[in-house]
């Protein structure tokens, strides 16, 4: 006895691919989050990362990578799980309440 593929409708893949791209988008993306002007300098504060900062640079000084990285990989799997578990259970839900 064999175990049926597991299958995905097309309209899960799309719907997943395009939060995927939106989740990499929104940890790519720099913010300027603070300029403090000085008499002799400008320092900006830029930052990295949804929803947790796991990125940011002060003024040319220097990167610095926090642990959170991880925890904003796993916000994003969960909600790429969530989004597709979801409309799955919807496009079967249609497809059996047609027939």
Same mark, same amino acid.
């Given at each position: 006895?064999?175990?049926?593929?597991?299958?995905?409708?097309?309209?899960?893949?799309?719907?997943?691919?395009?939060?995927?791209?939106?989740?990499?988008?929104?940890?790519?993306?720099?913010?300027?989050?603070?300029?403090?002007?000085?008499?002799?300098? $400008?320092?900006?504060?830029?930052?990295?990362?949804?929803?947790?900062?796991?990125?940011?640079?002060?003024?040319? $000084?220097?990167?610095?990578?926090?642990?959170?990285?991880?925890?904003? $990989?796993? $916000?994003?799997?969960?909600?790429?799980?969530?989004?597709?578990?979801?409309?799955?259970?919807?496009?079967?839900?249609?497809?059996?309440?047609?027939?």
């Amino acid at each position: 006895m064999t175990r049926p593929r597991m299958q995905l409708h097309l309209s899960t893949l799309m719907i997943v691919s395009l939060l995927a791209a939106g989740l990499v988008w929104l940890n790519v993306r720099t913010q300027n989050v603070a300029l403090d002007i000085t008499e002799d300098s $400008v320092w900006i504060f830029q930052v990295r990362g949804w929803p947790w900062v796991f990125d940011y640079q002060i003024k040319d $000084v220097g990167k610095r990578w926090n642990d959170v990285l991880a925890l904003d $990989v796993a $916000v994003c799997v969960a909600l790429l799980a969530l989004a597709g578990g979801v409309t799955e259970w919807g496009t079967r839900w249609m497809t059996e309440r047609a027939q």
